[in-house]
């Protein structure tokens, strides 16, 4: 698969997959701690809340498939360990925050660059 088809596919996973699914697979890979981190919730039980039954607000869910897409290019390019890394590390393209931080604000063209960046370029294009 090439570099640009990589990037087409997080995209349409993170826009198709049911969001119960995304949030299991994000919990899996990250953990709740990350994923209260990216959506900015305060009750650590929302997150498995929403991997089993209630979808979260459209907001948390637009931070949600921004995560899962970024998370997506990352494990692709580099590894599952290496991804969780990323997201989790404070960021020089992110002013020093990290991924995570970033997706909460909404910095989604910010992410998605520094994901690129990280990747070497693999992306770009």
């Known amino acids: 698969m090439n570099d640009n088809n990589i990037k087409a596919k997080a995209y349409t996973d993170s826009m ?14 990250l953990g709740p701690t990350a994923i209260q981190v990216m959506t900015g919730t305060r009750d650590r039980s929302m997150p498995s809340r929403w991997a089993r039954e209630d979808g ?3 907001r948390t ?12 290019m990352m494990r692709d390019a580099e590894t599952a360990r290496v991804a ?17 931080t970033a997706i909460r604000e909404g910095r989604a063209g910010e992410v998605v660059s520094a994901a690129t960046v990280f990747a070497g370029g693999m992306f770009a294009g």
Not at 22 to 29: G, I, N, P, S
Not at 84 to 100: F, H, K, R, Y
């Open 84 to 100: 969780a890394a990323w997201m989790m590390g404070a960021n020089p393209q992110l002013g020093e925050d990290t991924p995570l």
């Open 61 to 72: 869910e637009q931070q949600l498939r921004l995560g899962y897409r970024v998370w997506v």
């Open 16 to 29: 198709t997959m049911e969001i119960h699914l995304l949030t299991a697979e994000l919990l899996k890979e």
């Open 56 to 58: 979260p607000k459209p």
